[in-house]
């Protein structure tokens, strides 16, 4: 299952049907609090998350998803420039960063 959290919804759709399109199963969410509420994501899954959402930060979130006991791949997103999001990265235990405007090959890369 690829997980895509985005408060962008064009972005957030589009990805949603790019996956789709190839056949993949995906679920799409608007925020944090609601892919923690609603998603259980396993060990052989990938999980999405722009930085920059409202409420939980997307560091935070990776930070959350990254301590369960069966971390999915995790791979942010970010339109920020890398200088703005330096001190969000000791948060992210290494986790990869796609940057925006995002290209299907870069997705694709990681499911």
């Known amino acids: 299952m690829i997980y ?7 972005v957030r759709d589009a990805i949603a049907r790019m996956f789709e399109s190839l056949d993949l199963s995906c679920a799409a969410f608007a925020d944090g609090e609601s892919f923690l509420a609603d998603a259980s994501p396993r060990l052989e899954d990938t999980v999405f ?3 920059h959402l409202p409420g939980l930060a997307g560091s935070d979130l990776i930070e959350k ?6 971390a999915p791949q995790i791979v942010a997103i970010s339109g920020q420039p890398l200088w703005k999001i330096t001190r969000e990265l000791p948060k ?3 986790t990869p960063i ?5 290209k299907e090959q870069d997705l694709l ?3």
């Open 92 to 94: 992210m235990n290494a």
């Open 65 to 70: 998803v990254a301590a369960l006991d069966e």
């Open 98 to 102: 796609v940057r925006k405007p995002l």
């Open 49 to 51: 998350v722009d930085l």
């Open 4 to 10: 895509i959290v985005e408060d962008d919804v064009s």
């Open 109 to 111: 890369t990681y499911v």
